[in-house]
């Protein structure tokens, strides 16, 4: 029993609390597809508190760290978080490299790959972080969109961000939103998948979920799914406008 756990429904007695998993207890209760193999590339201490990853085109795993999620939030956005570099470098399938790439970050919840650097999620911006010199530390940082992502409630801000097959980027946002003016144009949404270039030049919102909107993932056809933590924990979001309109193509590389 442990009295800092949430008891929303008011019970009187205090309610029990799952102590972590083991890595190894993790991995038993992991259930992967009969054709797939499950094997531990990193682990603590190596990392920590991950919350998003990507990997890059030399096979290194590159994973979003935050021990500031949920209640660190700070104003100036100077945090305690980063984004770290694992690599194999000796081919046994075990991260044995770690480079911190960028620290100071602040609830950052999501990160993907573009022009030469990553963007990274951290309400309410988003920024573009790169490495200029070949060193694998971010050293130029571009702020794309300023104070517009909502903050009310850090389980609901922006997260999972992703490629989508028409080279444009996606991502999900919970309840706390959005509200700000992207390429001109006032833009006003939450709980739901949003779509937006790479530059900041441009976003569009596409499909409204519920709540707490986290998950969004792409099948090979193109349709969108995303993921809530309530209730409705899967749901499809089939943009066939946006095929017939011409707009969705899977061999573009326009940016």
């Not at 054709?35 to 890059?56: G, H, N, Q, Y």
């Not at 790439?101 to 602040?106: T, V």
């Not at 517009?148 to 946002?173: C, E, K, P, Q």
Request: proline content about 5%; overall charge negative.
């Amino acid at each position: 029993e442990n009295p800092n756990v949430a008891n929303y429904e008011r019970r009187p007695k205090a309610l029990t609390l799952q102590k972590p998993f083991s890595v190894k207890g993790s991995m038993e209760r992991t259930q992967v597809p009969a054709d797939l193999k499950l094997v531990l590339f990193a682990s603590e201490p190596d990392i920590m508190k991950p919350i998003s990853f990507a990997w890059d085109a030399r096979g290194r795993l590159w994973v979003v760290e935050t021990s500031d999620y949920p209640h660190g939030l700070v104003d100036d956005q100077r945090g305690h978080d980063r984004i770290k570099i694992c690599e194999d470098t000796d081919g046994d399938g075990k991260a044995d490299k770690f480079t911190i790439f960028a620290d100071h970050l602040n609830i950052p919840t999501g990160i993907v790959f573009a022009q030469g650097g990553v963007i990274v999620c951290q309400a309410p911006t988003f920024v573009f972080l790169k490495d200029t010199n070949g060193d694998d530390k971010a050293d130029e940082r571009t702020v794309i969109f300023a104070n517009s992502f909502g903050t009310r409630d850090t389980h609901a801000i922006a997260s999972n961000l992703s490629r989508g097959f028409d080279n444009w980027l996606y991502g999900t946002v919970g309840y706390s939103g959005f509200m700000g003016t992207v390429g001109g144009v006032a833009k006003n949404f939450q709980q739901g998948v949003y779509r937006f270039k790479a530059d900041g030049s441009a976003m569009e919102f596409l499909h409204q979920f519920t709540n707490n909107s986290w998950g969004q993932s792409i099948n090979e056809f193109g349709d969108e799914f995303g993921g809530t933590a309530n209730n409705a924990p899967i749901m499809p979001s089939i943009d066939r406008t946006r095929k017939s309109s011409g707009s969705f193509n899977p061999n573009s590389t326009s940016t």
